[in-house]
């Protein structure tokens, strides 16, 4: 994967919001921390990923999980995550050249599997 690029601006050509299945080269240290795949699966197509353009975080609580939380452990949790709660966006260029922006999202879909699934966002374009 080549070095994270800045300075542009992209636009969404169109939302997806679709599962996808992902692939590492080297598998992830932690489960809820994986990082940015090296390769992507989306309507049985494989997606090289060749560069990572960005990526954020999204910690926050919402729904019934936004008052669960003493708020001194609230502000901490919005800072670096807590377990099942939150996502992590990487806006990724493949091997055609197309720029995604995917997510891991950390909850869990049910308690068979705890690690929570990955999503293809949308199709971006630079502005």
Known sequence: M????????YISLHFIGESITVQFDHPPVLGKKQGCPDAFNWQDDDFRIVALLSE????????????????????????RGSWGVGR????????????????????????????????????????
Do not use: C, K
Request: charged share 30%; glycine share 10%; net charge neutral.
């Open 2 to 9: 080549d070095a994270q690029e800045n300075g542009a601006d």
């Open 56 to 79: 954020w975080h999204d910690y926050g609580r919402r729904g019934r999980m936004a008052s669960n939380m003493r708020p001194e452990h609230a502000a901490t949790a919005a800072q």
């Open 88 to 127: 992590d966006y990487y806006r990724v260029r493949v091997q055609t050249g197309r720029i995604f922006d995917i997510y891991y999202d950390r909850a869990p879909r049910n308690t068979g599997d705890r690690l929570g699934g990955w999503f293809l966002f949308q199709e971006m374009t630079p502005a």
